[in-house]
C-alpha cells in the first residue's frame, strides 16, 4: 500500500453487510411503486433470506464461539462481538418485516379486496366453514403431544411450525395435564383460501395457525385449554461432513442429511403474546438465551404466504407478463451444432433471453448420431429436469456421458444424490469431483464428429443447469467451438475425474489454481497503467466482495487512480469513498425484479480490453476451496454487448439502485430532478425480452 498502513486499512463486516442486503430486500417490499403482489413476494423473500442466514451464518458464529474462538475478522470483530451485533440487527429487521406485513402490505391488500381473516372477526358462517374445514382437513393429521414423564419433549423440526398449548384439568388415566405440543404437518398449506359462498368474497384467507387456534380444544377433549401459541425454531443446517475419513461421499451425505433437521437450535420464534414462563420453558429445552428470542405479532413463518400471488387472478397487482426471447437461430427445429458453427460464438443473457438453447444443446446432443460423447457439471438442476432426462437418454444410447455432481450444493444435497444414482443406472459415469472442493464451475462439453476428426462445443456459464432459476435470475451463458476453451473444458473435465498434475490452460482461469492470481496479476496491471499516465478502468459485477487480498490490491489500485466501478448485489466488505484509500472507487447494489447473479470482471488494459465471464465470487471459498472457471469473451461485438448490459446500463440505474457509502451505509438511488427513471433490468426486457 501506498498512502496507508495495511493495519488500519477499512473492511466493511461479512455478516452485517449480508444482514444490509436482506434489508435492501425489504425496502422493495416497502416499496409502492413495485406492484403489490410483488412487494408481498420481496417480503418473504426476505423472510427466507433470514433463515438461511441463521441455518447457515449464524449457525457458523456459533460454532466459533463453542470453540473458543476469538480472532477478529478483518474489520476487526471478534466472533462474540458480530454475534452480538448481528442479533441485535436481526431484531430490528424482523420488527420491521411484521410492520411491514401488517402496516403495508395487509391494509393494501385488503383495499384491493384481498383479505386476511382475523378469528376475532369472523361471522357466524366463516365461523362454521373454518369448523368443517378443520375436522375434514386437519383433525386427522395432528397428534397432540401431552408432556409428562412418560411424554418427553418431542424433537422439532427445523423451521416447521409448532404450537405450544397449556392445559388443565385430568384425563382418563387420571393424569394432570399441564402442558401439550402440537405439531403441523408441512405438508399442510400455511395460508387457507376460503369458500366464497363463506368469505363473502372471492379472496378471502386464513392462516393456519389460526384455524389450529380456534380448534385446538378438539385435540384434547374433557380439558380445559388455557393458551396455545405458536412458535417455530431454526436450526444450525451447515452440512458439514468429514469426507477424508469416509471412502464415499454419497453414503456419508445420506447419513447426514436427516440429522441436519435437527441441529443445534439458533433462533425461537413466537407468538408476540406468548406468557414469559411458557417462553423460559422452551428456551430451557432449546438452549437458548433472551437474545435468541423472537417475538412476533403475525405468522411465524412469513415465507410461507410466497403461495397468495399463486392463488390471486390479479395481473394488475403483478409485473407486467414476460416471455424470454427465443432467437429464430435456436429454433428446435435447427441443428444447433451448425447454428453455433456458423457463428462461432453465441452469447446468452438470461431470463430476458431464453433458456431453450441450453436445454437444446444437451438435448440434441443426446439424440445427434455424430455426437459421441458428453460431459457436465452439474450443480443445481431442479426437480424434472430436462437436461438430466436428455443424459440419462444419451447414456442409455451408447453414448459416453460423464457427469461430475456436486453432492454437497447447499440444501440441494437430496436432489444431487436422486440424480447420481438416476445416471448411474442409465450407465453414465458420475464423480463428485475433488475432495475437499466444491466443484461450482458451469461447463458442458459435446464431442461430435465432423467427417474425419471430433470436434467439441462447449458451453459456458455464469449460473447453474436450472430452467427454473433461468427465469428469476440473471446470468450470462456462452456457447462455442472455439478450439482452444474446448481443449480447455476437456482438460478440466480431464482433471475432474481423474488424476494428473501440471494442466495448462490457454484461456480459462480456473480455481484453486490460477483465478485468483490471475485476477490480482490484471488489477495491478490496471495500477501500473495508471501510475503511468495511461487511463485505468476496472469493472467488476458478482454477487459478494470478501477476499482480502482482492480488496487490498483495490484499494491500491484506487490511491494510484484507477476508476474502479463494482456492481455487488449482496457483500461488500470494502469501503468506497475514503479519502486516500478508496475515494477511485464506486460501489453499487441493484435488485429487482429478477435476482443479480452474472459474474463479469472487465479491465481496460490500456485499450486492449479484456472481459471475463465467471462462476466465481471474489470470495475466499470461491478462489480456494472450489473449482470455478472464468473464461475470457474475446469476439469483440460480444464483449462490447456485455460490457453494455453488465454495466451501462446498471451504473445508470436510478430506480433500483443503492450506493455504498464511506460509512459502509447503502444509500437508495433516486431520479435527480428532471432526470428521466431508468431501470436496468427493464431496459433489457425491451431490448432483449419478448414482450
Known sequence: MTSTDEKSLPFINRELSLLGFNRRVLELAQDRNVPLLERLKFLCISSANLDEFFEVRVGTLTQQIRAG????????????????????????????????????????????????LRRTHWTEAQALWVKQYFRRELLPLLTPLGLDPSHPFPRILNKSLNFIVSLEGNDDFGREAWLAIVQAPRALPRIIQMAEEAAEGPAAFVFLSSIIHAHVHELFPGMTVTGCYQFRVTRNSDLSVDVDDDDDLLQTLQGGLFERNYG??????????????????????????????????????LHRLMALP??????????????????????????????????????????????????????????????????????RTGKDSAIVDALEAAARTGKEVTAVVELRARFDEEANINITTRLQKAGAYVAYGIVGYKTHAKMALVVRRDGNRLKRFVHLGTGNYHPGTARLYTDFGLMTDDRFVGEDVNKLFMQLTGLGRGIRLKRLLQSPFTLHDGMLERIRRETAHARNGRPARIRAKMNALIEKRVIEALYEASQAGVTIELVIRGVCCLKPGIPGVSENIHVRSVMGRFLEHPRVFYFHNDGEEELFLSSADWMPRNFFARVETAFPVETPEIRARVIDEAFDRYLADNTGAWELTAAGEYRRITPAKGEKPFNAQQSLITDLGKA
Open 310 to 379: 399463486g392463488l390471486i387472478d390479479r395481473p394488475e397487482l403483478k409485473d407486467p407478463p414476460f416471455t424470454p426471447r427465443l432467437e429464430a437461430d435456436f429454433d428446435p427445429d435447427r441443428n444447433i451444432f451448425e447454428t453455433i458453427e456458423q457463428q462461432g460464438s453465441v452469447l446468452l443473457h438470461h431470463p430476458y433471453q431464453s433458456f431453450m438453447p441450453v436445454v437444446e444443446f444437451i438435448r440434441q446432443a443426446a439424440t445427434d448420431p455424430r455426437v459421441v460423447a458428453i460431459k457436465m457439471t452439474l450443480y
Open 264 to 301: 443445534d437450535a439458533l433462533r425461537l420464534e413466537v407468538a408476540d403474546n406468548c406468557p414469559a414462563d411458557m417462553i423460559d420453558f422452551l428456551c430451557e429445552r432449546f438452549a437458548l438465551d433472551d437474545r435468541q428470542v423472537f417475538q412476533v405479532h403475525g405468522p411465524v413463518n
Open 69 to 116: 474462538i476469538s480472532r477478529p475478522d478483518d474489520a476487526g470483530l471478534s466472533p462474540q462481538t458480530q454475534l452480538d451485533l448481528v442479533l441485535e440487527q436481526a431484531h430490528a429487521l424482523v420488527h420491521d418485516q411484521y410492520e411491514t406485513l401488517n402496516r403495508e402490505v395487509i391494509p393494501a391488500l385488503a383495499k384491493e379486496n384481498i383479505h386476511f
